[in-house]
């Protein structure tokens, strides 16, 4: 073994227990970590293919842990979510991210959009809608400067409840979408039965549009299916020009990727995408 990691596990062995060792100290270490203290928001524009406007963003947590330094999202969340830190981080990130897209909106005269990632677990809430309700009241937004992001998982999962739920949030014109579409397990036929505005067609397929035929192909089936029930269409995990390009030809609404921009700071958001406006 090389390199002592912390608590003395190496860095280079890959064995099992390095994983599960690894997720112990990410598990305690997240129990003790101050909310917001060790956490921040990113902001990752989103564009429209054709005319290339700005039209929202999605926000994107981070960790900066003072025991383990940077941990990113796909290493923490899952263990967030089995310990129970999802929640009140949960509640943070929606009450942080909707106070910015407020001053935002209001300082450049705009209506962008805020993209938040929610959990499956908040979706069980049953005071979701309330909460959410009282987050826009005391900073005073509009609900449809809001657009939740929710996966296939948990669109797939108590649908009666789940249908309410989407229902409610679309009477305030809250909107929602359906997060790395074209992944995992889609079932189709709860496009019809949910109120859902978006599909995010999930950087996988992205990746493979300049090269992979059948990628096209199923990304073109996407944004038909998307028209055909009256839904939009966001691509993400755009990287260059020549996927933006078939995207646009494909009918795709709006393009989310490091082509237009990196998740980046508050500041840098401002400085890189609002003050040009
Ligand atoms: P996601 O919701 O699918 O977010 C998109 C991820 O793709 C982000 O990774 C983003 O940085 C990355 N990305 C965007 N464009 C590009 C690109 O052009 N190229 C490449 N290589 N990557 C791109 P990130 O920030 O590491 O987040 C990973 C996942 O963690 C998210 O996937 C989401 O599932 C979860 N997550 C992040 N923030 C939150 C949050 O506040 N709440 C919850 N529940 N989950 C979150
Ligand atoms: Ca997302
Ligand atoms: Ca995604």
């Keep these: 073994a090389k390199g002592s990691g912390v608590s003395g596990v190496s860095f280079f062995d890959h064995t099992a227990n390095e994983g599960v060792e ?17 956490f921040s928001l ?10 290339k406007q700005l039209i929202g963003m999605e926000a994107l947590l ?37 106070r910015q897209i407020t001053e935002w909106n209001r300082r450049y005269g705009l209506s962008l959009a805020m993209g938040i990632n929610i959990s499956p677990l908040q979706l069980d809430d049953p005071r979701f809608v309330s909460k959410l309700d009282a987050l826009l009241a005391e900073a005073g937004a509009e609900p449809k400067w ?44 709860y496009l019809k039965r949910f109120e859902i505005d978006y599909l995010k067609i999930a950087k996988p397929l992205v990746d493979g549009l300049a090269d992979n035929e059948t990628d096209r192909q199923i990304v073109q089936a996407i944004v038909m299916i998307a028209t ?11 990287e260059d020009e020549s996927q933006l390009a078939i ?27 609002l003050k040009r406006e």
């Design 146 to 189: 809001i657009n939740l992001e929710v996966t296939e998982r948990s669109a797939m999962k108590g649908e009666k409840v789940l249908a309410d739920l989407f229902k409610e949030l679309s009477r305030r014109n809250i909107s929602l979408s359906i997060d790395d579409f074209g992944t995992g397990y889609s079932s189709l036929s």
């Design 22 to 38: 690894r997720q112990h100290q990410i598990d305690l270490a997240l129990k003790k970590a101050p909310i917001p203290g060790e």
């Design 42 to 51: 990113v902001y990752q524009p989103q564009y429209t293919a054709h005319s």
């Design 247 to 273: 995207l646009d030809h494909l009918g795709c609404d709006e393009i989310q990727g490091y082509f237009f921009g990196k998740p980046v700071n508050p500041q840098e958001f401002e400085r890189l995408h």
């Design 62 to 98: 981070r960790w900066n842990s003072s025991e383990l330094g940077f941990v990113p999202p796909d290493a923490f969340i899952s263990i967030a979510e089995e310990n129970g830190v999802i929640i009140p981080l949960s509640e943070w990130v929606m009450k942080e991210s909707i």
């Design 228 to 238: 055909a029930l009256g839904l939009r269409t966001i691509a993400e995990g755009v």
